[in-house]
């Protein structure tokens, strides 16, 4: 199941340093929450839902319309 954290940070119009800057996490552990690589723990993935303005289950969910 792919994520959605890249469409959602363009649509935002943030970058990904934004984006972990705003979540309280790095950088790179961002980018491999992005890529898919890594799957953050729950406290992490809200804070980064809250950082793109969004919910959790819009992010990782199955749900056709996320984002």
């Known amino acids: 199941m792919k ?5 959602k940070r363009l649509d935002s119009g943030l970058t990904q ?15 491999r929450y992005e890529a898919d690589e890594r799957t953050p723990d729950a406290r992490t993935a809200i804070k980064i839902a809250k950082a793109l303005g969004t919910t959790v289950e819009k992010l990782w969910g199955n749900s056709p319309t996320a984002i």
């Open 17 to 31: 340093v934004q984006v972990a800057k705003k979540a309280g996490v790095t950088e790179r552990g961002y980018q």
């Open 3 to 7: 994520n959605q954290l890249r469409d």
